[in-house]
């Protein structure tokens, strides 16, 4: 019950940030195929409402949001470690800004772009997790703002071309980690989904470079897993999931507390609710339980999601 089952799809930038980090590792992984946008009823009967991507399982737990796996990753996997040459701590504050304000302009940029060609199931869903709840005045706006919204990621890709110059084959010395992988993803996106993406990239050699060997990389070593077996093998496992709560919780949290879990930016998702087993100062973790699934134990960051007890 130990397998890594990475629930994604292929052209998901945050997926494919969690895809690299398994290759810097060299991992075996199984891969269950989720639908693009909701419903997705066989992942939500995992997460409890959670239907972003990706999700990882491992036997009865489940790991919410490309921090929390990447960090049971490390957790489970510390060789190679994700925090070459120093980087732990920094690395996750340079993901901050990577999945924050970079990545959110870098969307702008690509639904801007794709205007009325973007089908409209799929404008609306991410309409309002990266536009607002009036997604199609913001999507307007994106169209509008694209050469400011270039000049800013133009700035911010020098920056990451500046240190590749200075620090040689990655972001922090001669191994890869955690940085590349949340610095990657975003520069994926782009390139694969702005038509002038390749053209606006063309700027930054040294960035360009760094880019091919992270591609080199790979993402480790995949097999194909239906939704279906990935639900079984929760049925069949149980979590692993240590328990008790951190005395410093600034929330009173307490094991066996009922509470909500969701992310603090309103994508219009059903928050997920269990009883806590396990907090800390970086990670939250609750059981709940499924129809089909069984009890499992679903897992997420602290930063970035709000706790609200019931």
């Excluded at 419903?39 to 972003?52: F, I």
Aim: glycine letters at 10%.
């Amino acid at each position: 019950m130990s397998d890594i089952i990475l629930h994604n799809y292929p052209q998901s930038p945050v997926a494919e940030k969690v895809r690299v980090a398994l290759g810097i590792k060299g991992l075996a992984w199984r891969s269950v195929e989720i639908p693009r946008i909701p419903p997705k009823p066989l992942l939500t009967e995992l997460t409890g409402g959670y239907r972003r991507t990706p999700v990882m399982q491992i036997g009865a737990d489940i790991y919410c949001d490309s921090q929390c796996i990447m960090r049971e990753l490390e957790r489970r996997h510390p060789d190679p470690s994700f925090f070459p040459d120093g980087s732990r701590g920094l690395a996750w504050g340079l993901s901050r800004w990577t999945d924050g304000t970079l990545f959110e302009q870098v969307i702008k940029i690509v639904l801007g772009s794709a205007g009325d060609a973007l089908p409209r199931d799929f404008a609306k869903d991410r309409g309002r997790l990266y536009l607002g709840p009036d997604w199609a005045v913001g999507l307007r706006k994106a169209q509008g703002d694209l050469p400011h919204l270039a000049a800013q990621v133009r700035a911010q890709f020098g920056w990451i071309d500046q240190r590749l110059v200075q620090s040689g084959d990655f972001l922090f010395g001669d191994r890869p980690g955690l940085a590349d992988a949340v610095a990657y993803h975003v520069i994926w996106f782009l390139r694969g989904r702005w038509t002038d993406g390749p053209a606006f990239l063309s700027e930054f050699p040294a960035l360009q470079d760094w880019e091919a060997r992270i591609h080199a990389i790979g993402h480790g070593t995949a097999t194909a897993l239906s939704p279906e077996a990935a639900i079984d093998i929760a049925v069949s496992a149980d979590s692993a999931a240590p328990q008790g709560v951190d005395a410093g919780d600034p929330q009173g949290l307490e094991p066996g507390m009922r509470v909500t879990v969701n992310p603090d930016v309103d994508g219009g998702e059903q928050p997920v609710t269990g009883l806590v087993r396990y907090a800390d100062r970086e990670t939250i973790a609750v059981a709940r339980i499924g129809d089909r699934a069984g009890t499992v134990c679903v897992h997420f960051p602290r930063a970035g999601y709000r706790v609200r007890p019931l």
